[in-house]
Structures are given as structure tokens and as C-alpha cells.
């Protein structure tokens, strides 16, 4: 009688543990960029809910920071640049992209009444950068300086690392000559009229992928099915973001806490006007196309030009779709 009572007992315990296992939250990181609003919308609209997956949403600083909480295993899956994927995948960490979450977002901005007109003309002056060997640096070497404009970066640019939130300050004082920046500090910039439009990227690049989604290894091998929600969920934001503009950039603008611009004339542009002024040089979309690939691609032979990296990677290792296509089912 005694063993009777303990076999109920037994069965509820194991289904309590399966059941809190199951409910363990898919714990997600992202760059705080405004080209990542997918997963604040669909955080903010209830998709991940909707999709019966709990998750846990971190914003974090930057791609090498999400890269060291991933080999940590601080974090399940993330929003990323590209290049620190594949730059940590050459160095052991296996995460595997999943989608695409934006094109464009960077541009080279100069002050409105300097003297540079063209970007052969930052040669000999101070441009305003990101840490050396970031995925941002790897587009300023790479594509910004060595193959368009035609400059060395390491002798014909002084390139002065700072975080992006202080360089139109920087530019604005004379502290640096450029910057090359993204949103939504580049509309900020322009909207001031303190900064004029050296190059906008996405216009040179047209719809240049940058962010993605990225899956550990144990996380597709463990939770294939929290992933296909996941990848639902982020479906639907970017749906919305292309479907419902105007209340998508409230909900943008309120996130990144966008203050009201002063116009040169003294009118005002609020933090609304701010991103439909950034969606000139970025948008989202999930799919990941053959264009998208190529250019993956052309940045891995960046990094391996600027001796960022040594090794080859086959692009059918770093990229898997087939959970993204289950998504769309």
C-alpha cells in the first residue's frame, strides 16, 4: 500500500520537472541597435508569447559581447552582426545563422561646412570609428576605405575608436574630420544639420544584410521547436514593422528613449521623425537570399584581407535555413 502511494506521488514529481524544463525561457540576446527593432516588437506585441514561448530578452552592448555571454552559454540564441559570427565560428564557437534580420544602417558623415566632399578626400584627417576588428570595422576597412575610396586604413585615415552615441559631438567639435556611424545616429546628425551624407551604405550596397538571428549548436540540437517559434515570432515583428510604419516607430522611438532634435531653423523633430528619417538607409526582412550569402561571403574575404582572420569557412556550416522555412509554414 505504502509503494501505491508513493507511484502517484512519483508520477507528479516527474511531471512537474518535464514541465518546468519546458518552460524554461529561450534566453535571447541582441546588439542595442535600432536595426534590430524585430525582437523589441516582437517582445513588446506579445509574438514570442503568442507562439506559447517564454523567453528572456537581454540588450547588450555589442557583438563581441554577446559572443563571449554565447561561449558562456550565458545565452541561447542572439541578434548579431555578421562578422562576429563568423570571426568566433573560426575561433571555436559554432552558432549558426538562421535569418536575416535588417539591411543597411551605417553611413560616413562629415561636418556640414568642412571641407571633405568625396571619401578620397579623408585622406590625411581624423575619421571617427569602432574598436579595431569589429564587424562595423571590418565594413569601414574593407568595403568604406579600401575598396571604395581607395585608401589604406592603417596609414592614409587616422580612424579614432569611440562609441557611436559620442561621435556626432566628436564631429560637431572638430575632434574628428568623419565618422562613420549608423542609426539612429546618422539621422540625428543629419537632422541637426550639424553633418552631411559622405556615403550611405545601403545606397552604394542596396539592402546589404547586416544583423542576424544565430543559434548555438545544443540550442537547435535541444529546443528545435522553441527555435521555429522564435523564428515565427520574429516573422511577425518584421511583418509589422513593414506593414504598420507609423505606430512601429513609436514603439521604436520609446525603446531607444529618442529625444526631440533641434532643426538649425530652431524647429523640432521628435524621436518619431527620427526613425522614418533612418528608414531611408535601413528596413527589415527575414529572408535570407542568395544576394545575402554573397555578401556574407564578401565580408569573410574582408576579414581574412585585413588579417582579422586566417581561416576558411564554408558558408553551408554557417548558415543553416531550413528553421526559418519551418517558420513560414
Known amino acids: 500500500m505504502f509503494k501505491t502511494l508513493l507511484l502517484p506521488v512519483a508520477l507528479a514529481a516527474s511531471t512537474w520537472l518535464s514541465g518546468a524544463q519546458a518552460a524554461e525561457p529561450l534566453r535571447i540576446g541582441y546588439v ?13 506585441l506579445g509574438y514570442f508569447q503568442d507562439e506559447g514561448l517564454a523567453v528572456d530578452v537581454k540588450a547588450l552592448g555589442d ?98 575608436d569611440m562609441p557611436p552615441g559620442n561621435m556626432n559631438a566628436a564631429l560637431e567639435r572638430g575632434i574628428v574630420d568623419a565618422a562613420f556611424s549608423w542609426e539612429p545616429f546618422v539621422s540625428q546628425a543629419l537632422l541637426r544639420g550639424s553633418a552631411r551624407l559622405l556615403l550611405d551604405v545601403n545606397q552604394a550596397l542596396p539592402q546589404y544584410p547586416w544583423y542576424v538571428v544565430i543559434g548555438l549548436p545544443e540550442t537547435l540540437r535541444d529546443r528545435p521547436d522553441d527555435v521555429v517559434k522564435l523564428l515565427r515570432a520574429h516573422r511577425k515583428a518584421i511583418a509589422f514593422l513593414n506593414e504598420h510604419p507609423a505606430e512601429a516607430n513609436t514603439i521604436i522611438a520609446e525603446a531607444f528613449k529618442l529625444e526631440t532634435v533641434q532643426r538649425a531653423d530652431g524647429s523640432s523633430v521628435s524621436g518619431e521623425e527620427i526613425v522614418a528619417e533612418a528608414r531611408k538607409r535601413l528596413g527589415w526582412s527575414a529572408e535570407l537570399k542568395d544576394a545575402d550569402l554573397q555578401f556574407i561571403q564578401r565580408l569573410m574575404n574582408y576579414s581574412n584581407q585585413l588579417k582579422f582572420m586566417d581561416a576558411q569557412i564554408p558558408l553551408k556550416d554557417l548558415v543553416d535555413t531550413s528553421y526559418l522555412q519551418k517558420a513560414a509554414r
Open 32 to 44: 542595442m541597435a535600432m536595426a534590430n527593432a524585430p525582437v523589441i516588437v516582437a517582445q513588446k
Open 63 to 160: 557583438g563581441p559581447v554577446i559572443q563571449q555571454a554565447l561561449a558562456a552559454h550565458e545565452l541561447d540564441v542572439a541578434y548579431v552582426g555578421t562578422p562576429p559570427v563568423y570571426q568566433w565560428y573560426a575561433r571555436g564557437l559554432k552558432s549558426v545563422i538562421l535569418a536575416k534580420v535588417n539591411y543597411g544602417q551605417a553611413a560616413v558623415l562629415t561636418r556640414a561646412n568642412g571641407p571633405i566632399k568625396t571619401l578620397a578626400d579623408l585622406k590625411g584627417h581624423k575619421l571617427a570609428g569602432v574598436k579595431k576588428g569589429s564587424g562595423m570595422d571590418v565594413l569601414l576597412r574593407g568595403y568604406v576605405l579600401k575598396e571604395n575610396a581607395k585608401l589604406e586604413p592603417d596609414t592614409d585615415v587616422e580612424i579614432v
